[in-house]
C-alpha cells in the first residue's frame, strides 16, 4: 500500500548510492524516495490548530510518521510523550470529550496499518510510550518474572533479564521494538523442543504474549462514566482479548514468566541446496528443513529466489562453548546484512527503475554477500547468551515489504509444509519470470514455533490469547507446531500485488481441512486485493475472523474478542479506520 500525498515533500532526485549504503533510509528509500520523520514542530510553531485543550503537563508536537517499509507515512501528525500511565489515562478522557483518536507508537517497526493510516485524519494523537513508559523490574524467584512498562525496548528488556540470569526461548529477530507492539501483535521467534527435549519452566514455545502473567490497561469504567486504569490477571477470562489486543487497546504494564537464561549456539550452513532442504517428506534426507528442525528444535531458513542455497540457521543448547564457536558478548552479529553492498545498491536502483530482469543477478549477489560475509565476519559459528545470538536485525537493514502466515499443524507436516510451499512459490516465480516479470526481489524466510499453550505462563486457570495467531484447536489436538511463511520484496515492485493476492489464496486454500489452517501474521501483509495489501474486503469482514471462530468455544473467539474489546472502548479512542473495519 504506497502513500502518493507525501511525495511532493520527498526529494524529486532520490537517494544516492552513499545514502543506500550508509542505511539511512534502505532499499524501500527506492521507491519511497528519501524521507525520514526527524523534524520536530513545537505546537507554537505549527500551521495547522494544536490538539485543543489537552490535560496539564501534555505538550504535543508535530512529526511525520514512517512505518519500517515507508509505506505508511504521514507528513506531520500530532505528538506526545506520556511520562505516567495516569497520563494515558487523562488523555484517555481528553480524547472522549474532544472527539480525538490516540495511537500508542512505539519504534514504528511494523508493516499493517494498525498505528496509523497514510493520510490520516487531523484529530488523531500519537502517544509515544519510548520516551518514559519503560521500566523495567525482574522478579526474582521460583516461578520468576519481570514487569515492564509497554514502551521499552525488547533489547533493554533483555538485557534487563540477562543481567538477572533470566531469559526466553525465542524473540523477534529486531531489538528496536517496544515490548507493547510486541504483545498486541503476538510477536514471536523460532523455536519449538528438539527431539526428546522438555519445557524448561518459565519459558515457551509460543508466541511472547503467552507469557503474560497480569497486565493492566485503560479502560471505560460505566460507573464513573471516565477511562481507568484496571488491572486483569492470566486466570481472568476479561484478559482474553488484551493478550493480542493489535492496538484496539492501550496495555501500559505488564507482567510477564521468566525462566533461567541459556547458552545458545548459532550455526550458519550455506552448503544445503534448496532442493534437498526443501525436499517432499518421502525423499527428504538428513539436510531436510525438519530434519535440523528435529535436532536442535531452532531453525531460521532464509533462501534468496533464483539461487540455489538458502541461508540456514540454526540454534542448538550449549551450556559450555563449543571448541571452535565464536564467543558474541552482543547482539547484531551480521554485519554484512546490516546494508547493502555498492553492486547491489546499483542492481537494485536500476531494478526499481524498470530492469526487473536483473533481478535473479541481485538475489545471487544477495545470497554472495551472505556466503562472503559469514566467512570475512567469522560468524558462521557463534555462542552467546540468548539475546546475543536471537537479535540481529538492526534499524539499518534493508526496508522491504514482508507478507506473514502461520500454518498451523502437526508437527510430523513440517517437512510437507515447507515442501509445498516452495515447489509453488518457485513455480510461481519462474512463470512469472518466463513474461519477464519479477515480482520478488527479497528472500522468502521460513521459522517454526510451537503453539500457545496457557499453561506455559504457570498461572492456574490461565486463558488463551483469544487472538492469538498460533492458539491452540481443541477440535484438532494434534496441530503442535506453526510454519512462518514470509516473503519479501522492495515496496512498489511491479507485479509485487497481484503475486502476492495469488500466493496468498494459495495457501489459503492448500493448508486446509484436516491437514492446517493459516492464520495471518497481524504484523505483514495480508488481505492482498491485488493493488493493495489489507484491502481484499472478503479477507477482512469473513476470511480472517472465520480463523478465530472454527474451532473455538462461543464465549473466547473472535466475536467475543470484538464486543470485549468494545466494552473496554466504547468511544474507540483506541482505534483507527482500519481497526473499525477490521473489529466490526
Not at 539461487?307 to 564467543?327: H, I, M
Not at 489489507?534 to 473455538?552: E, F, I, K
Amino acid at each position: 500500500m504506497t502513500d502518493q500525498t507525501s511525495a511532493a515533500s520527498d526529494s524529486a532526485a532520490g537517494p544516492g548510492r552513499r545514502t543506500i549504503l550508509g542505511g539511512l533510509v534502505g532499499a524501500a528509500a527506492l521507491t519511497a524516495l528519501q524521507w525520514t520523520p526527524a523534524f520536530r514542530v513545537e505546537a507554537a510553531d505549527a500551521a495547522v490548530p494544536a490538539p485543543p485543550g489537552l490535560p496539564s503537563g501534555i505538550t504535543a508536537y508535530l512529526q511525520g510518521y514512517r512505518n519500517w517499509s515507508g509505506e505508511t507515512r504521514v507528513d506531520d501528525v500530532w505528538t506526545c510523550a506520556p511520562a505516567t500511565p495516569g497520563d494515558v489515562v487523562a488523555l484517555a478522557n481528553w480524547a472522549r470529550a474532544q472527539g480525538w483518536k490516540l495511537r500508542a507508537k512505539g519504534f514504528s517497526h511494523n508493516w499493517s496499518p494498525l498505528t496509523i493510516q497514510p493520510g490520516a485524519p487531523t484529530n488523531v494523537l500519537l502517544l509515544d510510550t519510548t520516551q518514559h513508559l519503560k521500566s523495567v523490574t525482574v522478579n526474582a524467584g521460583n516461578p520468576a518474572s519481570v514487569t515492564a512498562q509497554t514502551g521499552v525496548s525488547m533489547i533493554a528488556l533483555l538485557q534487563a533479564l540477562e543481567n538477572s540470569g533470566y531469559g526466553v526461548t525465542a524473540t523477534p529477530a529486531p531489538g528496536d521494538l517496544s515490548l507493547g507492539g510486541v504483545l498486541a501483535i503476538d510477536g514471536h521467534g523460532t523455536a519449538v523442543p528438539k527431539t526428546g527435549e522438555t519445557l524448561t519452566p518459565g519459558h515457551t514455545f509460543g508466541t511472547l504474549s503467552n507469557l503474560i502473567v497480569s497486565l493492566t490497561a485503560v479502560v471505560w469504567d460505566s460507573a464513573t462514566s471516565q477511562y481507568k486504569l484496571r488491572t486483569f490477571q492470566r486466570n481472568d477470562p476479561a484478559i482474553a482479548p488484551l493478550l493480542v489486543n493489535l492496538g484496539r487497546g492501550f496495555v501500559t504494564e505488564v507482567t510477564l514468566r521468566v525462566g533461567a537464561n541459556k547458552r545458545l549456539r548459532c550455526q550458519s550452513w550455506i552448503n544445503i541446496s534448496a532442493t534437498d532442504m526443501f525436499a517432499p517428506p518421502a525423499s527428504a534426507g538428513s539436510n531436510s528443513f525438519a530434519s535440523h528442525v528435529n535436532r536442535t528444535g531452532r531453525v531460521e531458513a532464509i533462501w534468496f529466489p533464483f539461487t540455489d542455497n538458502p541461508w540456514l540457521k540454526v540454534w542448538s543448547v550449549a551450556p559450555g562453548k563449543p571448541l571452535f564457536a565464536k564467543q558474541v558478548d552482543a547482539p547484531y552479529n551480521y554485519p554484512f546484512s546490516d546494508f547493502l553492498s555498492e553492486e547491489a545498491a546499483d542492481l537494485l536502483g536500476r531494478i526499481t527503475s524498470g530492469s526487473g530482469d536483473l533481478t535473479p543477478t541481485f538475489c545471487r549477489t544477495q545470497s554472495g554477500v551472505v556466503s562472503a560475509g559469514l566467512i570475512a565476519t567469522t560468524s558462521w559459528d557463534l555462542w552467546g547468551w540468548s539475546k546475543n545470538t536471537m537479535l540481529y536485525v538492526k534499524p539499518t537493514t534493508m526496508r522491504v515489504h514482508a507478507n506473514g502466515y502461520a500454518v498451523l499443524t502437526k508437527r510430523a507436516n513440517i517437512q510437507k509444509v515447507v515442501s509445498e510451499f516452495y515447489t509453488y512459490y518457485k513455480s510461481a516465480l519462474d512463470a512469472y519470470a518466463g513474461q519477464g516479470r519479477y515480482p520478488m526481489n527479497g528472500p522468502l524466510e521460513i521459522r517454526v514455533t510451537g503453539l500457545d499453550s496457557p499453561a506455559d505462563a504457570q498461572v492456574s486457570g490461565a486463558v488463551h490469547p483469544t487472538l492469538s495467531a498460533v492458539r491452540t484447536r481443541a477440535d484438532h489436538p494434534e496441530w503442535d507446531v506453526a510454519v512462518w511463511l514470509d516473503v519479501l520484496t522492495v515496496p512498489g515492485t511491479p507485479h509485487s500485488q497481484r503475486f502476492y493476492r495469488e500466493t496468498e489464496q494459495w495457501v489459503f486454500a492448500n493448508y486446509s481441512g484436516a491437514y492446517a489452517q493459516v492464520r495471518p501474521e497481524w504484523s505483514k501483509g495480508w488481505g492482498y486485493s491485488g493493488t493493495a495489501a489489507w484491502a481484499d474486503a472478503t479477507m477482512l469482514s469473513t476470511t480472517v475472523p472465520n480463523q478465530y471462530r472454527t474451532g473455538q468455544s462461543a464465549g473466547n473467539n473472535w466475536d467475543s474478542a470484538v464486543a470485549q474489546l468494545n466494552q473496554y472502548d466504547p468511544h474507540k479512542v483506541f482505534s483507527n479506520a482500519f481497526l473499525n473495519s477490521l473489529l466490526d
